[in-house]
């Protein structure tokens, strides 16, 4: 069995699911919250396929940042998809949408709007950052 069917069978109960050499890791937060969190903790994710249940642009340079290998996602929007092929990270997904949506439904979401014209990888995780430091206050 791959590290990404390891990662897709062990993704019920969380929000994501990381696995590399059938060591899985685990996180029941939202959002981009698991990946920043690994970040911050200097976790180091490379090689590393991912199950996930939201993708966006925001979580796909993420991915791209840490290194990750293979990435699947029960949904994953189109910018994210469009990332993730530009940096060779095979995707698989069961729903693909145009945009990710706030958790209120009445906007695009806030972390996809903070890298909505951003395309280099460290810059995107600064403007990630910041964002999540904005909406804490």
């Given at each position: 069995m791959t590290d990404l069917q390891i990662a897709k069978n062990n993704l019920l109960g969380h929000t994501i699911c990381l696995c590399k050499d059938g060591?899985?890791?685990?996180?029941?937060?939202?959002?981009?919250?698991p990946m920043m969190n690994f970040i911050a903790d200097g976790v180091d994710l490379v090689g590393y396929s991912v199950a996930d249940l939201v993708v966006g642009n925001?979580?796909?340079?993420?991915?791209?940042?840490?290194?990750i290998t293979k990435v699947f996602a029960k949904t994953l929007s189109i910018s994210g998809?469009?990332?993730?092929?530009?940096?060779?990270?095979p995707c698989e997904y069961e729903t693909l949408?145009?945009?990710i949506i706030n958790r209120e439904g009445t906007d695009i979401?806030?972390?996809?709007?903070?890298?909505?014209?951003?395309?280099d990888v460290e810059n995107a995780y600064l403007l990630l950052r910041n964002k999540l430091m904005e909406l804490s206050k």
């Open positions: 060591n899985c890791l685990f996180s029941e937060k939202k959002g981009i919250a925001a979580a796909a340079m993420l991915f791209v940042k840490c290194g998809k469009n990332t993730l092929k530009m940096h060779g990270i949408t145009e945009k979401c806030p972390m996809e709007k903070a890298v909505l014209n951003c395309d």
